[in-house]
């Protein structure tokens, strides 16, 4: 066995041009941008099926599809956009392409095993989706697949859908493994753990609660599925199993499942506003410490998902405590994130919208599951459209927004291209306005008496419904602008340059867009990748008038 | 003369405090509330909406602030300051959400203790064991399993004996049976003011049992038994509603709870009441 | 013969990259078994999420009156102590070939692949006498699941102890001063057995 190498491979046999992000790649820049676009896709398809849940709750009645295929949908939609867009972009993409740049190497540890964790997604993908045009239906147990349901809907599908996850689970772990791996082992030599920016951290903290927590998933999915096809009793109270137990060891993995999501978006921002803002990330430990708290903490509070589910009162109060201090790490990354932009010179593009707006969004949704980390609250609102209002604010509010912020920022190191930011603000107006619209009303509508996952509901609901469904319109509206600025820049956008932004981060003191080997030459050493900004009290030369002299006292 | 900033955030944090307490105060987002259990609930509700809306309403205004005060000028390519941290402003913004959340936790401790959140499952009184009810085909058959109540909210403070109900939810329907009084409906009906025991078992798959104005939910769990304690304090109906999803039919499966008068439960009892056999004289009676 | 990729941008200068190549052939250490450690890690996870399903199941749900089992002891016992024997023998294979003696490395490897068929023959004959079946009870399907999950990893790793022999004859690629493969394949066997003796803890002695 060798270690592998992008350049071991003969030319000829190797795609080049557009082909090559059809091919077996290890090329992590190659693998990134396959990621991203694979998710993207599986995105619009997510999306279409949020298209039918906002249609459907458009009106009180069942009328849009049959209550069975709303189930399917509302199940795919879950899966889809957690396994097969959030979780392989902001890990996948936007991990596999910068990571080896922020610590000054080639590529990825394991470059094979890179590559073959994505290739697992597109037929994991098409497996899930292809589930739905089988007899017998999808999957219609909700991306929770709680027994005794999911032990008595359609078997094929449930299976299909377990098998799905499983292969997308793997994945991940895969992905995990080469992420620490890389960040702990491939350092370019003179640079220091507490040098590196911020995102390497963010993916070191993820990518442990990958590995520790995926495969208890695993695991479980395992058990379920002999309960589906040997009729054994795991979690079947009819044989003697018990459905709380499934729950405790689905959501031990589903819980940091959403810091998996989110963590990499804290990096992502941690990277994207100093250079906006032409000033330091500022509380660079304490934000080190904050990913490290956020990673100990997230492993542990698990059961905050089932407060009614039949739990004994005391550890409903141990999770309730656990839960509410992960707010503390959390806010003070938000607090950095401010002191970052304050005293700053803000260029306000679309990635620094994005990201602004990612701070407002998710601070509401984190004021949300502060609240519903009370167990007093959430009896009441558990299982309700509140909850499907607080996750959305936190993983689309969240993630998805740095997603945006990230392809704005990095569009152009990718392709050599600046994105059009007159076509960039319509998308972020759109999809402010939408989102906000979409999901601000649901949690009025939990407070009052929706549960989730319905395809019917108490007619007195209809007005908020319907606003929320105008929001989702917006939404999908607000792709055409994205896509349009994505293809047509692609095709003759303005050239870029090496570094568009005056960024001091690895990837961008070289070209747009990298060479294979990402610089020609040897890896820069940045040992300040946040060194911007001017001593408090230097005089801007270009910005001075002859008082502004006179008054500082400086001659 | 400049004002020093410690005037400026004192002043802010004062402002938005007192727009929070207004929003927690005045600004209603919940339904009526019909259950003891309801307003305890609602206090909870207001005070973690006012921390939210001060919360909320200063990273907003610092945020929109920053974009404007510090946007960078059309020609401008110089640098910010290069500040790159300062301890004591971070351990003011470590200490102070550390204590926000530690109160939080406490204080929805006391509310969740005076909902009876804490009180054991098994201080009720006659409360027959619902063996007979579970039907389906469990080797579980010995009498202490089937009394086991696996979780829910139990009887909080020793009052009155509280009237028993049980609870089965099955695919897509609630069906409530008064053991005391043998009988059986499709509607919860309970008096008002006095304590009523919900024992629930599902039949077939994971359902819950929510009242929105009791601010109450518990799920209703097949060979698992949970137990819901409520005291209703309006009269009226309010929905039932499943809040798990059972199938298809979960956005259909809801029932109604009424709540009434003393004298109009007890007719309700009486006049729901099974027929009994009338004894004919001289016969043996069961 | 050294060949590279063209990059999209083409601005190579192609002699720069040769020389470069060669650099950085030397720079990339290898890594290959601290991602091996980390991938146990998460296999070790999987298991520990099956470990605390059946202890849970243990404490909060009662089987019936006559439907426990009392579990022979015996044959895991001496599965055990074969599992373990089978970690030492292993281990010497190592030795042999870090020190340059192929052919007694081979043999340990042999010996290490019959310990572990052995275990597995064990298994099986555990298997066919056991009072219950998959079915039968939660205990009983938590013990299958268990111990078979744990058997599938023996299996592979009896496959892998067998091409890793196969690549430690003369002229295959394991080598006194290359051998990745039989070192990760020591690390998987040496996994496995520490996941059966907290198993054998677990299932057969609480």
């Not at chain 1, 999957?139 to 859908?161: C, K, M, R």
């Not at chain 1, 959390?330 to 932009?341: D, P």
């Not at chain 2, 199938?247 to 009441?273: C, I, K, L, Q």
Request: aromatic residues 14%; glycine residues 10%.
């Amino acid at each position: 066995m060798t270690i592998a190498h992008p350049t071991d491979l003969e030319p000829g046999l190797q795609p080049q041009g557009w082909l090559k992000y059809f091919s077996f790649s290890l090329d992590h820049k190659v693998i990134g941008l396959q990621y991203l676009v694979c998710g993207f896709v599986f995105y619009l398809i997510g999306g279409a099926l949020a298209g039918v849940i906002r249609t459907e709750l458009a009106s009180p009645m069942a009328d849009f599809v049959s209550r069975d295929t709303y189930n399917e949908v509302l199940t795919l939609h879950g899966t889809i956009m957690i396994f097969l867009w959030i979780v392989p972009v902001v890990n996948g993409a936007f991990g596999n392409y910068l990571i080896p740049f922020y610590v000054g190497a080639r590529d990825m540890a394991f470059p094979r095993l890179n590559a073959v964790a994505f290739w697992l997604i597109p037929p994991a993908g098409i497996l899930l989706i292809s589930s739905y045009f089988l007899a017998g239906a999808a999957s219609q147990s909700g991306w929770t697949a709680y027994p005794p349901l999911s032990l008595t809907t359609p078997a094929a599908g449930q299976i299909v859908w377990i098998l799905s996850v499983l292969l997308l689970g793997g994945s991940s772990i895969f992905g995990g493994i080469n992420f620490i791996a890389t960040v702990l082992k491939l350092r370019r030599p003179g640079l220091k753990l507490m040098q590196l920016p911020m995102f390497c951290w963010a993916m070191l903290g993820t990518s442990i609660l990958v590995v520790l927590s995926t495969p208890v998933l695993a695991g479980t999915l395992i058990l379920l599925s002999f309960d589906i096809i040997a009729h054994t009793g795991f979690f079947n109270p009819q044989l003697g199993g018990n459905v709380v137990v499934y729950q405790h060891l689905f959501w031990f993995y589903s819980h940091p499942a959403v810091y998996i999501m989110v963590l990499p978006a804290f990096g992502l921002v941690s990277e994207i506003l100093p250079v906006h803002a032409r000033k330091p990330l500022f509380g660079y430990s304490t934000m080190v410490y904050s990913i490290m708290a956020i990673v100990v903490l997230g492993l542990i509070v698990w059961a905050h998902h089932m407060f009614t589910s039949g739990t004994p009162p005391w550890m409903r109060l141990f999770f309730t405590i656990a839960t509410s201090f992960i707010a503390v790490p959390t806010g003070i990354k938000f607090f950095n994130w401010l002191a970052t932009l304050w005293g700053g010179k803000i260029a306000l593009n679309s990635a620094v919208l994005f990201s602004c707006a990612f701070i407002f969004n998710f601070v509401f949704g984190g004021i949300t599951g502060v609240a519903l980390a009370q167990v007093p609250f959430d009896i009441h609102v558990h299982d309700t459209y509140f909850v499907v209002g607080h996750f959305h604010y936190i993983v689309y509010g969240g993630s998805v927004f740095v997603i945006f912020a990230s392809l704005y920022h990095w569009y152009p190191k990718f392709t050599g291209r600046l994105l059009n930011e007159d076509l960039g603000r319509l998308h972020f107006v759109l999809t402010f306005i939408g989102f906000n619209l979409c999901f601000a009303p649901q949690h009025w509508l939990g407070l009052n008496g929706m549960p989730r996952r319905v395809a019917e509901y108490d007619p007195a609901f209809t007005i908020w419904n319907q606003v929320s469904s105008v929001g989702a319109l917006l939404m999908a509206i607000s792709t055409i602008p994205l896509l349009l600025n994505v293809v047509l820049t692609a095709l003759r956008g303005q050239p870029a340059g090496d570094n568009p932004w005056n960024a001091l981060t690895p990837e961008w003191i070289t070209s747009s867009p990298p060479p294979v080997e990402n610089w020609i030459g040897e890896a820069p050493l940045v040992t300040e990748p946040y060194g911007y900004g001017v001593e408090p009290g230097t005089l801007e030369l270009n910005r001075l008038r002859g008082q502004d002299l006179w008054a500082s006292g400086k001659s | 003369m400049a004002v020093p900033t410690a005037l400026i955030t004192l002043l802010v944090g004062m402002v938005l405090t007192l727009a929070g307490l207004w929003v927690g105060h005045n600004v209603n987002l919940l339904p009526v509330d019909a259950s003891t259990n309801a307003p305890v609930y609602d206090a909870l509700f207001e005070v973690l909406f006012s921390i939210g809306t001060v919360l909320f309403l200063g990273i907003t205004g610092l945020l929109i602030y920053s974009l404007v005060r510090f946007r960078r000028r059309p020609g401008d390519s110089g640098d910010g300051l290069a500040i790159e941290g300062n301890l004591q402003l971070e351990i003011v913004w470590t200490a102070i959400p550390a204590v926000v959340v530690l109160f939080v936790g406490i204080y929805s401790y006391d509310i969740y203790e005076r909902m009876g959140g804490m009180a054991s499952f098994h201080d009720h009184a006659a409360m027959p064991a619902m063996a007979e009810q579970v039907s389906f085909d469990t080797s579980e058959t010995d009498a202490t399993s089937a009394e086991r109540i696996w979780g829910g909210i139990g009887q909080a403070g020793a009052s009155a004996p509280a009237l028993p109900v049980e609870v089965t939810a099955m695919q897509f329907a609630f069906i409530f049976h008064y053991p005391e009084a043998g009988i059986t409906a499709g509607e919860l009906h309970v008096p008002l003011g006095q304590q009523v025991q919900l024992r629930m078992e599902a039949k077939d798959v994971i359902h819950a049992f929510w009242v929105p104005q009791f601010r109450l939910k518990q799920d209703v769990i097949p060979g698992q038994p949970t137990l819901l304690t409520f005291t209703a304090t309006k009269v009226g109906s309010y929905p039932i509603v499943c809040a798990e999803l059972c199938g298809p039919y979960h956005g259909g499966m809801r029932s109604t709870v009424v709540v009434h008068e003393p004298e109009a439960f007890a007719d309700w009892m009486r006049s729901n009441a099974p027929p009994t056999l009338a004894a004919a004289p001289g016969s043996p009676i069961a | 013969m050294d060949t590279s990729l063209r990059s999209i941008s083409d601005a190579d200068d192609a002699a720069a990259l040769q020389q470069e190549q060669a650099a950085s052939h030397e720079e990339h250490g290898d890594h290959r078994l601290f991602g091996l450690t980390t991938f146990l890690v998460a296999d070790g996870m999987t298991f520990a999420g099956f470990f605390a399903a059946y202890l849970t199941f243990k404490a909060v749900n009662p089987l019936p009156p006559g439907s426990t089992y009392e579990l022979e002891l015996v044959l895991p016992t001496i599965n055990t102590v074969l599992l373990l024997v089978s970690s030492f023998t292993f281990h010497r294979a190592g030795s042999q070939c870090r020190a340059g003696q192929m052919a007694s490395s081979r043999l340990w490897l042999l010996l290490t692949t019959a310990l572990g068929a052995a275990f597995l023959a064990g298994q099986m004959v555990e298997y066919f006498t056991l009072p219950f079946g998959l079915r039968d009870n939660l205990f009983a399907s938590t013990f299958y699941a268990l111990t078979g999950f744990h058997g599938l990893h023996v299996t592979l790793g009896v496959i892998c102890i067998l091409i890793v022999w196969w690549q430690a004859r003369s002229g295959g690629r394991i080598t006194p001063s290359q051998h990745f493969g039989l070192e990760a394949a020591e690390l998987y066997w040496h996994f496995v057995d520490g996941i059966w003796v907290v198993l054998y803890g677990i299932l057969y002695l609480l």
